[in-house]
């Protein structure tokens, strides 16, 4: 026991270190995973620790040298690669939720959104929504046309129908409200086996690689309806699959942060005479595909 004692404390220090270590690997990890410089990043830590491992354990004092000295640049040299992904993470840390509507207008809200994407998609008109989250959407809001706008399902079919101005391009959405149509959003660069999607769906697996955005693609050919989300896409939803999701994503958090608040309040007593009182638990145009 006493040995036990002693190198907790002559190792404390370095048991910290790992889990402060091993924390910001973990977040750095759930940052780049959806990127596109994923997998460069993996690629490139994965060389980097086999040949440390092989140049220590063989006692290879050139190899060690030069990774040294190349690390050194390798760093700043992955700064500049990876500075799309490092202005979303930073985009991330520094951002608050855009979502500050209640519940209620929220289910509404979702409930409009499914009705104009199912009507869209029995018309068979080519659509593609982008619902801004924490990560504002500004630089591809200026792309398209300001509209500021509630959103219903005739004002969606008019803006979608093949024949108007607007139809070629994706509608921001921004809380509950229709901010802009006919964006242009960068397509995905990441290999994409399907080859059936055209530049639609592709633009909407772009934007959400580069954003926590949530894009909805409403097939022109077949009104297939799809969502895109962290850089991936789940196609040929039904309308009941498509409202679950939708649900998951946005209501989730939101009923756990009330959830919180309301056991928190539930903790102050309210009759202080009871006697045995307690806490209750409680960068390409776009064309349709």
């Given at each position: 026991m006493e040995v036990v004692l002693e190198f907790l404390q002559e190792h404390w220090r370095s048991a910290v270190e790992i889990l402060i270590l091993w924390v910001f690997i973990y977040y750095l990890y759930r940052t780049f995973r959806a990127t596109r410089g994923a997998r460069i990043l993996v690629g490139l830590a994965t060389i980097?620790?086999?040949?440390?491992?092989?140049?220590?354990?063989?006692?290879?004092?050139?190899?060690?040298?030069?990774?040294?000295?190349?690390?050194?640049?390798?760093?700043?040299?992955?700064?500049?690669?990876?500075?799309?992904?490092?202005?979303?993470?930073?985009?991330?840390?520094?951002?608050?939720?855009?979502w500050s509507f209640n519940i209620t207008q929220q289910e509404e809200f979702l409930s409009t959104l499914s009705d104009a994407v199912w009507q869209l998609s029995k018309k068979r008109y080519g659509a593609l929504f982008a619902i801004e989250r924490n990560i504002g959407l500004k630089d591809h809001i200026e792309t398209g046309v300001q509209i500021k706008g509630s959103l219903s399902p005739e004002l969606a079919l008019t803006i979608f129908h093949p024949k108007t101005a607007l139809h070629d391009g994706g509608v921001v959405l921004s809380g509950e409200r229709i901010v802009a149509a006919a964006c242009v959003f960068a397509v995905s660069q990441s290999e994409i086996g399907d080859r059936s999607m055209g530049l639609r769906h592709r633009a909407a697996i772009g934007l959400t690689e580069e954003s926590d955005a949530v894009t909805i693609v409403v097939s022109e050919e077949t009104g297939a309806v799809s969502l895109c989300m962290d850089g991936e896409i789940e196609r040929n939803l039904k309308e009941d699959e498509f409202r679950e999701r939708l649900e998951e994503i946005f209501l989730s958090d939101r009923e756990a942060d009330s959830d919180e608040e309301e056991s928190a309040e539930e903790l102050v007593p309210e009759q202080l005479d009871t006697q045995d009182s307690f806490a209750s638990a409680g960068d390409r145009s776009l064309v349709s595909d």
């Open positions: 980097f620790v086999v040949l440390t491992l092989v140049s220590q354990i063989l006692q290879l004092e050139v190899m060690q040298f030069i990774i040294t000295r190349v690390a050194v640049v390798a760093a700043l040299a992955l700064l500049i690669i990876f500075q799309p992904e490092l202005r979303m993470a930073l985009a991330r840390l520094g951002s608050s939720r855009l």
